[in-house]
């Protein structure tokens, strides 16, 4: 099938998996190395890398249920943002009710950006999911990066009592009016 | 720029790598056997040949001043004089008489072009021959490539000249050079070398944006626009591009290897100091690279005092002379008693930025009425900020411990003067989508607590999604970090408050309360309150975290008695019954003393006109407060909270499951958790002997001393629990419910 669900699969018991989507496969593969070196100790995280979606359907079986998507599109490469572009809509509408974020890289080396920020803003409104910032070329700004997915990916997971992904969705997006929030 | 050397002189080819600098690189090492070329081959002669050397620098200076015309005779004292200034620089007489042949003699343009390459100083080069020299060019009929070629002289041994006064009173002739397309790079090179904040006039920045509409944009105007932005941000209001690293070529080829050897030999042998009394900095080798800008300089007078110019003799400058009065040199202000003595003869340094370090200077710019001070000082600020921000842009001249030393910086300068700067507040809201949570965090979250009173609805849009989402997905430091601020945020607008309730002259709260200082605060505290609760969510009711969200909600229950502030405001249950059900002795004390301050203050607060007169919005925070006594005293004295229509209420066949017997005392003062070491320290004290400790016990015992001694009871509960928790539990019993 060619849609990615969130929840056709059975989850694995303290077992988190995080799959990293984008154009270039080296900064992804080292913010997975940094991402497992983050949360040893705690839970297990599986790191899955993928340059575009439809994943491959041979090993569908082996592979674990998907807790967070994780889009990276760097704002110097155009055939970044077309790549994220292609493959959103192979992923199941559910998965946007917070198991998805968009990480954006490139935001220190301004001058000379190919995409403008506010089109990667447009989008991530119209997705309805968080966006994030960080460097991935530095490696003390991979790491903090890494702590921040890691945060996400555990509530996405189930593994916080009491806070599910659309819970922490809906705490993140500055719509919703704090005057009528129940404290 | 190898084509024009071309031109300049078919005769002798310029190569980069010079031959004579070669030699004068070889010689000063060591490794040439001296005075080869004057056929001396012994080192002993050396003195001899040293003499010898600069007797025949003499005979060719002079011959070159008489003659009228080159001829082979003058090709050899001019071959002389090329060897000695490359080998061992010119003294400065020498330098004064070349110049004066260069630009007055009747020579070929060829052989004056070559004269002006080989004046490179021994040491130092005087201004009066600088001067004498850039008159006569001014005068004269030298060719234009003549006259590039002293300007890049000029620009290439500016460090060493030994004084700029002289040249500064000449601003105005040098900046009429700029007309001449071929000179104007190199003018506004000199320009800005020479500029001081006297210099900066509206004329010449109109003069300044012709010339740009001609050229357009070049990069050694936008230097010097920028240079006279940052002096008078007032008088240009145009937008100019960012700063960029290098403006200007760093060195000139001709003398690149000259300048060097010559700093170098100079570093060696102590040189007198050259005494700059220009206001900027000397920590700046502009020239060479863009200012590592968060060296921030000690403060120094933009004029020389009377004295200094006596001692001098030198030209004083005009403005000083005029005014008659003398000013205070800045490097000597130290103390606040100085600045009082002397506070009519402050002038402001050349380098605003310098007055961050120094807490006179600061208290000097709390009185003047100048905006324009406040504006130089901001627009440096944002501009340094922008720069030198490690999560922002890649700088390669500023690491994260420089911009953390300077974020210090600006936020002691903040904190002396008890207000935010509005740069600071604009660059942490641009920042902070950006931010990574990690990089600097202590100094960057402190500029959060300076956030100058206003509208919060106009800062939530700004600060809050940003801070929300790196607050629910970072580390619980960081949560906490933020709480802190946060806290310090509402301190300083509580203190603002209060003083500009103190500073008005009528007392009534009804009309003249600040309506902003209200509705900002509460909605702060609203806001604070939500994200406190869903953070104790996040990290399970960690007591680390619920130590800091008490510390906030406790300067919030004193709002109303210590800053006058008519408004009472109850923390939300998201916080309440977690610090309640904890296991940890220090909240539950903490909460019980939170507690206590809100009856107090709720108690003071029913006299207050304004609350009064707004009973309806105020009725809620009366109800929420006794909801909570009820529920503290339900758990903690009368162990009725696992009853019915009481906030534990639990089906009691569930609780039986749970098989502990008495769940019902289960949470009261003596079993409480959080209490247990307590209870047990009670024991213990009370009946040493007693083998067998059980909990249960205490009960009994205290139902014994009630019966006899009823007040001792208390007595003991006061000595052996914590103090708090029994004084609340005095002022509580006291008829609490309010209406």
Same mark, same amino acid.
């Given at each position: ?183 | ?442 100094? !960057?979250?402190?500029? %959060? =607590?300076? $956030?100058? #009173?206003?509208?919060? *609805?106009?800062?939530?849009? /700004? &600060?809050?999604?940003? @801070? ?58 609203? !806001?604070?309150?939500? %994200? =406190?609760? $869903?953070? #104790?969510?996040?990290? *399970?009711?960690?007591?680390? /975290? &619920?130590?800091?969200? @008490? ?189």
């Amino acid at each position: 099938m060619a849609l990615l669900r969130p929840l056709d699969k059975l989850p694995t018991l303290d077992v988190a998996t995080i799959l990293l989507l984008g154009a270039e496969e080296t900064p992804l593969e080292q913010l997975g190395t940094a991402i497992i070196k983050e949360c040893e100790g705690t839970a297990k995280v599986q790191v899955h890398v993928a340059s575009c979606l439809p994943l491959p359907t041979d090993r569908e079986c082996f592979r674990p249920r998907i807790d967070l998507i994780v889009f990276v599109l760097s704002l110097h490469s155009k055939y970044s943002l077309r790549t994220v572009e292609a493959s959103l809509p192979h992923v199941d509408a559910r998965f946007f009710l917070g198991k998805v974020c968009f990480l954006v890289t490139g935001v220190r080396k301004e001058p000379n950006t190919s995409i403008h920020m506010d089109a990667v803003r447009k989008m991530a409104t119209a997705y309805h999911s968080p966006l994030l910032f960080g460097d991935l070329e530095v490696e003390c700004f991979r790491a903090s990066v890494a702590q921040r997915l890691i945060q996400i990916l555990q509530i996405c997971a189930g593994h916080v009592p009491g806070l599910s992904a659309l819970n922490l969705l809906s705490m993140m997006k500055p719509c919703l009016e704090l005057t009528m929030q129940e404290t | 720029m190898s084509t024009r050397e071309a031109d300049l002189s078919p005769v002798i080819p310029i190569i980069q790598t010079n031959p004579l600098a070669w030699k004068m690189r070889q010689i000063t090492s060591g490794f040439v056997p001296l005075n080869w070329k004057y056929g001396q081959n012994d080192k002993e002669e050396l003195e001899y040949a040293e003499y010898n050397e600069s007797e025949a620098l003499c005979r060719a200076l002079e011959h070159i001043r008489m003659v009228k015309e080159k001829g082979s005779v003058e090709e050899r004292h001019l071959r002389t004089v090329e060897d000695i200034a490359w080998k061992s620089g010119l003294a400065p007489e020498d330098i004064d008489t070349l110049l004066d042949v260069v630009l007055s003699g009747p020579f070929a343009e060829a052989v004056k072009n070559r004269m002006l390459k080989c004046l490179i100083p021994a040491t130092l080069i005087p201004e009066s021959a600088v001067v004498r020299a850039f008159s006569r060019l001014c005068a004269s009929n030298c060719s234009n490539n003549t006259k590039v070629l002293f300007c890049r002289w000029l620009i290439a041994m500016f460090d060493f000249i030994d004084g700029k006064e002289d040249m500064n009173s000449l601003y105005g002739f040098f900046f009429s050079f700029l007309q001449e397309e071929t000179m104007s790079c190199y003018i506004c090179n000199l320009l800005y070398l020479l500029t001081k904040r006297e210099n900066v006039k509206p004329f010449r920045v109109r003069k300044l944006l012709e010339l740009q509409s001609k050229v357009g944009m070049q990069p050694y105007l936008q230097a010097l626009l920028s240079l006279y932005k940052s002096f008078c941000p007032n008088l240009i209001t145009i937008s100019l591009p960012p700063k960029r690293k290098f403006y200007f070529k760093t060195t000139d080829s001709i003398w690149q290897a000259a300048v060097y050897i010559v700093k170098e030999r100079n570093h060696k042998s102590l040189l007198p100091s050259v005494k700059l009394t220009i206001g900027t900095a000397y920590s700046h080798p502009r020239k060479k690279k863009w200012n590592s800008g968060c060296i921030i300089p000690v403060p120094t007078s933009s004029h020389i005092s009377k004295e200094e110019q006596d001692k001098e003799g030198g030209s004083s400058s005009l403005d000083v002379m005029l005014s008659g009065h003398k000013s205070f040199p800045l490097e000597q202000l130290h103390t606040f008693s100085q600045l009082l003595d002397n506070i009519q003869n402050i002038e402001l340094p050349s380098q605003m930025c310098s007055v961050l370090k120094s807490a006179p200077l600061l208290h000097y710019l709390n009185c003047i009425q100048d905006e324009t001070v406040w504006l130089r000082l901001y627009y440096w600020m944002s501009q340094e900020l922008k720069e030198g921000c490690t999560w922002c842009k890649v700088s390669n001249y500023t690491s994260e411990e420089e911009f953390r030393k300077f974020l210090d910086i600006i936020i002691s300068a903040q904190c002396f003067l008890q207000e935010g700067f509005p740069s600071s507040e604009a660059f942490l809201y641009k920042s902070l989508p950006l931010w990574d949570g990690v990089s600097c965090r202590a100094e !960057y979250l402190q500029l %959060l =607590s300076w $956030i100058p #009173l206003g509208n919060f *609805s106009e800062i939530k849009p /700004l &600060l809050c999604d940003s @801070l929300t989402q790196l607050f629910f997905t970072s580390s619980i430091y960081h949560k906490c970090s933020v709480l802190y601020s946060l806290k310090q945020l509402l301190q300083n607008w509580l203190l603002w408050h209060a003083m500009e309730v103190s500073v008005k002259p009528t007392r009534s709260t009804s009309a003249d309360t600040p309506m902003i200082a209200l509705n900002s605060v509460s909605e702060l505290i609203s !806001y604070v309150g939500w %994200l =406190s609760t $869903i953070a #104790l969510r996040l990290e *399970s009711n960690s007591s680390f /975290l &619920l130590h800091f969200i @008490l510390d906030f909600f406790e300067t919030v229950s004193d709002m109303y008695l210590n800053y006058n502030l008519p408004l009472v405001m109850m923390f939300p249950r998201g916080v309440f019954y977690p610090a309640l059900l904890t296991s940890d002795t220090i909240a539950l004390n903490h909460l019980c003393y939170i507690m206590y301050r809100y009856r107090v203050n709720l108690t003071a607060a029913k006299e207050n006109e304004l609350i009064r007169q707004e009973r309806l919005k105020f009725n809620k925070t009366y109800q929420e407060f006794n909801e909570y006594v009820t529920a503290l005293v339900d758990c903690l004295w009368t162990s009725t909270s696992f009853e019915k229509d009481h906030y534990l209420y639990i089906d009691p066949q569930i609780l039986e499951k749970t098989k502990i017997r008495e769940y019902k005392r289960s949470l009261n003062l003596i079993n409480h958790p959080a209490l247990l070491p307590y209870s047990i320290y009670f024991l213990l004290q009370g009946w040493p002997a007693e083998k067998e400790l059980s909990l249960s016990s205490i009960q009994e015992h205290l139902e014994d001393l009630i019966i006899s001694r009823q007040s001792s009871a208390i007595w003991i509960l006061h000595r052996t629990s914590s103090t708090t928790v029994a004084s609340t539990f005095d002022k509580c019993m006291s008829p609490c419910c309010m209406s």
